[in-house]
Every structure is written in C-alpha cells, then in structure tokens.
C-alpha cells in the first residue's frame, strides 16, 4: 500500500503565507514526481504545481512568483511554501504522486485534501 499524508493547511490573512507538506510512505520503490493540485467549491480542480525527481518544477500561472514547490527526496516529502496569499487561493489542496511500487510499475496516488483558507 501506499500513502500520502498531507499538513500544514489552515487559515491566513490575505498576504500571509503557508507551507504544506506531504509525505509518502508504504510500499515504495522510488517517485517519479509529485504535484499539488487544488479545487475550490464549484470550481474545476487545478494543477498547482509538480516537480520531478531531478527537481525539474512547473507551476500555474496563477500562483507562479507566489508559490515555490520543493522535495526531500530521503523523506519522500513534498512542500508547497505559498506567500503572498490572495482569497482566490482558497480552496483544498491536494497532493499528487506518481510513485514506482516495482521497477516497470508506476501507480498514481492521491492525498486526503487539506483545506487552505485565505480571509480577513
């Protein structure tokens, strides 16, 4: 089996910042990537960010300049350090990996959610 636990999340001004971790565990070859997505109520679910096992990153347009996505790659973890917070960014964020559970065998996995709320 494999997991993903995700923290961090809560609620902040507008302007403020917060930093979401992720962290995979189980039966665990290696990770290819992992990612952050985010959905909001009513809203379609969106790519946040996603970076590579070589630390090759991409982000939204939306959060690009506010958002920075890191891994340590020994802890099988994931961060999304988010500054500058708009009430747009409001919403539940997800954590994404593509984890290897055997050499030729790639499975997607999802984290619970965590929900990030930006308001005065």
């Known amino acids: 089996q494999v997991q993903l636990v995700e923290s961090g999340g809560g609620l902040v001004q507008p302007g403020g910042s917060l930093r979401l971790s992720c962290t995979a565990s189980?039966?665990?070859?290696?990770?290819?990537?992992m990612a952050w997505y985010r959905q909001a109520p009513g809203k379609e679910r969106e790519l946040v960010g996603r970076?590579?096992?070589?630390?090759?990153?991409n982000y939204a347009d939306s959060v690009s300049g506010r958002f920075t996505i890191s891994r340590d790659n020994a802890k099988n973890t994931m961060y999304l350090q988010m500054n500058s917070l708009k009430p747009e960014d409001t919403a539940v964020y997800y954590c994404?990996?593509?984890?290897?559970?055997?050499?030729?065998?790639?499975?997607?996995?999802w984290g619970q959610g965590t929900q990030v709320t930006v308001s005065s």
């Open positions: 189980g039966s665990i070859f290696s990770i290819y990537s």
């Open positions: 970076i590579t096992s070589g630390a090759s990153r």
């Open positions: 994404h990996a593509e984890v290897f559970i055997g050499t030729p065998l790639r499975i997607p996995c």
